[in-house]
């Protein structure tokens, strides 16, 4: 692979506004435009940017298989488990306000939609992330 130093210099400046701009998305969703969906993509494209730059085997040396599937199990253990805690609260799954926190009901359930927000967007950039890495490895093994 050649190396572009003007490639690499712009995308390590702008790396870290696209993964703000995505967390800006995640905590912005459960009131306007966004959410976990949209900005666990923009996260991902991020990661995507970063091995266009500098190379799949550098992305892969820096973030394991095993920490893509951490995260992803993190977001979905988040969601879940707001859900059943719901549900052991009497409500229903993502009854937000039926569980018991020393803040109103409209603020508790602001709280947990934040908190599933951010499960959804751990789960779609973890995912994102592990699809592109899978089919960016050509035979091989080379990228």
Request: include cysteine.
């Amino acid at each position: 692979m050649r190396e572009d130093v003007v490639i690499r210099t712009v995308c390590r400046a702008m790396i870290p506004f696209i993964q703000l701009f995505a967390l800006y998305v995640i905590l912005h969703g459960s009131s306007s435009a966004g959410g976990g969906f949209q900005g666990g993509v923009i996260f991902a494209s991020a990661f995507i940017l970063y091995v266009i730059a500098f190379g799949i085997m550098e992305v892969r040396r820096r973030m394991h298989e095993k920490v893509v599937v951490a995260l992803s199990s993190l977001g979905l253990y988040i969601y879940a488990g707001i859900g059943i805690l719901c549900i052991l609260f009497g409500a229903g799954f993502l009854g937000y306000s039926a569980i018991p926190l020393p803040v109103s009901a409209a603020e508790t359930r602001g709280l947990m939609m934040e908190f599933v927000e951010i499960g959804i967007g751990l789960t779609v950039m973890a995912v994102m992330t592990s699809i592109f890495m899978d089919i960016s490895v050509k035979e091989g093994g080379e990228d």
